[in-house]
Structures are given as structure tokens and as C-alpha cells.
């Protein structure tokens, strides 16, 4: 590379001097004023510059092979710009705008749907009982003051009733308000109970004018059954209501 330097530093200086010779003995236009023109220095000239030229050429041309050759010491061949002269190495590289990356999609993007889910609540009054007394009705009534459309009401004539329902461990919470109809005689008091698979999850007496909201945990519970009994002598036909029993999972 140092050699090739100095031959191109001296090629380039013998055309310089070869240019100044040429035109310092070089008359001025003699034809325009009447002279002769002497054409044998012409030769020598163009020829000294054809051979500062060569030198150049075989030394790898211009700066700019040089500076790249500086600038890519790896070795590697740089990136041909196939478009117009102002177009970077690093927009030709780059892929189209349009073009799709290949390749495993993320890991956070959320799976396709399987299918839809089931009911999230339902009233007990909609689901039909696997084992009945006989003493059930559902629909509105009346406890303690306050309508509660969607109950479960066990008659007592004498009784006891009860009523069980399939859960099929599907269910979370148990939510009734229970209580005595508010047609029923006075001075009967009635025992509530709510069986889970065999286990007493409520028990509880009221009388006529009492009331109270129930909250309770049904989680994996296969069967629910619900019981009333008279906790007193019979004065009359009692109702007892579970107001808008619901099951939510």
C-alpha cells in the first residue's frame, strides 16, 4: 500500500510539471496574430499526463476506495446502492414496509376462545329439583314486608317439606333471604335448614314478621336441599320462603 502511494505521488507530480511545461513554451494563440503554432511539444505532453493517469489508475483509483477500504477494515465487500446516489447502505438494507416478519407469535397474545362460558348466576326457582316433597311452589312473595319475585316456598300442613337441587360442584355462593310468608297464621314458628351433601350449612327459627339475608359458601357441592319444619303446634297452613335463593359461581 506505501509503495502504490509513492507512485502515485510521483505519477501526479510528473503530470503537474509536464502541464507547466507545456504551457509556459505554449504561445499565446499565434495563429489569431499571423504565427506558426509549434506542434512538437504537444506529443510529449499528452503523453506524460496518459502515464500519470496510468500510475493513478493501477494504485486503485480515487480516495474513495482508500477511505473505504479505512472505514471496512473486516474486509468486507460494502453494500452496493442500487438506486439513486444519495440512497445509504442502510436503507437499501432495509426490508420493505410491507413485508410480514416470519417467526413464533408472542408469548402474551391471548389464545382463540374455546367456546362460551356458562351462566355466571341462576335462581333457584329456574332449575329443576331432583327430589321434591311435594309441598313446593315458586314464584313472588310477600316476607316480612317485601316482595321477592323469584322464591322458593315450602308449605307446612303439617309438614315437614323439603326440596333438593343438583349443583354438580359448579357453584360458589348461596344467596336467599328467608322468613315465614306474611299470610301465614300467627304464632308459628318455623325451623330452616340447608343441607349441603349431607352437611347442615344453616339452621335457623323464625316466626311470623322475622326475616334475614343469607350469604352462604356452596363451593364443590354436589346436592343442596332445603328443609322446614314447624317448631310449633300447628295453628294453620305456613309457608316458608327462601326469597330470590340464587347460586353464583
Given at each position: 500500500m506505501k509503495t502504490c502511494l509513492r507512485w502515485r505521488g510521483a505519477g501526479l507530480l510528473a503530470g503537474v510539471a509536464?502541464?507547466?511545461?507545456?504551457?509556459?513554451?505554449?504561445?499565446?494563440?499565434?495563429?489569431?496574430?499571423?504565427?506558426?503554432?509549434?506542434r512538437s511539444?504537444?506529443?510529449?505532453?499528452?503523453?506524460?499526463?496518459f502515464i500519470a493517469a496510468a500510475v493513478v489508475s493501477a494504485c486503485g483509483g480515487g480516495t474513495t476506495s482508500?477511505?473505504?477500504?479505512s472505514k471496512n477494515p473486516s474486509g468486507t465487500a460494502p453494500v452496493a446502492s442500487s438506486g439513486s446516489p444519495g440512497l445509504s447502505a442502510a436503507s437499501a438494507s432495509a426490508p420493505a414496509s410491507g413485508d410480514a416478519p416470519s417467526g413464533p407469535a408472542l408469548s402474551g397474545s391471548a389464545p382463540a376462545a374455546s367456546g362460551?362460558?356458562?351462566?355466571?348466576?341462576?335462581?333457584?326457582?329456574?332449575?329443576?329439583?331432583?327430589?321434591?316433597s311435594g309441598d313446593t311452589s315458586t314464584g313472588s312473595t310477600e316476607v316480612n314486608g317485601k316482595y321477592y319475585a323469584n322464591s322458593?316456598?315450602?308449605?307446612?300442613?303439617?309438614?315437614?317439606?323439603n326440596v333438593s337441587y343438583n349443583l354438580g360442584r359448579q357453584w360458589r355462593q348461596l344467596d336467599a333471604t328467608v322468613g315465614l310468608s306474611d299470610d301465614s297464621p300467627e304464632n308459628e314458628k318455623v325451623q330452616f335448614q340447608i343441607i349441603a351433601d349431607d352437611r347442615i350449612?344453616?339452621?335457623?327459627?323464625?316466626?311470623l314478621g322475622q326475616s334475614k339475608k343469607l350469604s352462604?359458601?356452596?363451593?364443590?357441592?354436589?346436592?343442596?336441599?332445603?328443609?322446614?319444619?314447624?317448631?310449633?303446634?300447628q295453628a294453620g297452613?305456613?309457608?316458608?320462603?327462601?326469597?330470590?335463593?340464587?347460586?353464583t359461581n
Open positions: 509536464a502541464l507547466v511545461v507545456f504551457i509556459s513554451r505554449f504561445p499565446s494563440w499565434p495563429a489569431r496574430y499571423g504565427g506558426s503554432v509549434r511539444r504537444r506529443p510529449a505532453a499528452a503523453l506524460a499526463a482508500l477511505g473505504q477500504a362460551s362460558q356458562g351462566p355466571t348466576s341462576q335462581y333457584l326457582q329456574a332449575m329443576n329439583p331432583v327430589a321434591d322458593v316456598t315450602l308449605t307446612l300442613n303439617p309438614g315437614p317439606a350449612i344453616y339452621n335457623g327459627v323464625f316466626e352462604l359458601n356452596v363451593t364443590n357441592v354436589l346436592r343442596l336441599e332445603l328443609v322446614a319444619t314447624l317448631a310449633s303446634p297452613e305456613t309457608n316458608a320462603v327462601w326469597g330470590n335463593a340464587q347460586i
